[in-house]
């Protein structure tokens, strides 16, 4: 009996330390990842909700290097659709500012980006996006980009 106990508690040690060891990345990955840093420099980047994630998620994002003519194609890495439903936005581009347009290939409404900058919160006016862009992005891309850019 004693070393049927002891064989349970010896095995229920290794599961906890597994579990403290998974709890610890994971706590890591979520403290370190909800950061528009987790969009690569040199691309813009889209998340679903607000302050740069998914799910809470940093790096479940849809990033683009030179433009995306339609988020309908697009998910959030290993998450849900990216059309109308951007909430944080960054633009992580080292040389040209962004726009950011709620149709696709770049049409509608849209805002500019300056490079470098971004806005954790699309659902109000404060941030470097002006309002009433919350969940309806489409397309965007850097400028210098035409309108046949795909
Ligand atoms: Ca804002």
């Known amino acids: 009996m004693n070393a049927v106990l002891r064989c349970l508690s010896k095995s229920t040690r290794v599961v906890a330390a597994a579990f403290v060891a998974l ?22 980047c889209t998340w679903r909700d607000a302050n740069y994630q998914t799910n809470g998620s940093g790096t479940a994002l849809v990033k683009f290097f030179a433009c995306h ?16 439903s951007a909430s944080s ?49 489409s397309s965007a891309k850097f400028s210098g980009y035409g309108t046949d850019c795909r």
């Open 23 to 44: 709890m610890a990345t994971v706590g890591f990955a979520g403290t370190a990842s909800a950061a528009a840093s987790d969009c690569p420099s040199t691309y813009a």
């Open 69 to 84: 003519h339609d988020f309908r194609v697009s998910n959030y890495t290993g998450m849900s659709n990216a059309n109308d």
């Open 89 to 137: 936005v960054s633009n992580r581009g080292t040389q040209s500012s962004a726009t950011f347009y709620v149709d696709n290939l770049y049409k509608g409404a849209s805002f500019t980006l300056a490079k470098g900058t971004g806005d954790g919160n699309l659902s109000d006016s404060s941030g470097h996006a002006p309002g009433g862009f919350n969940d309806k992005l």
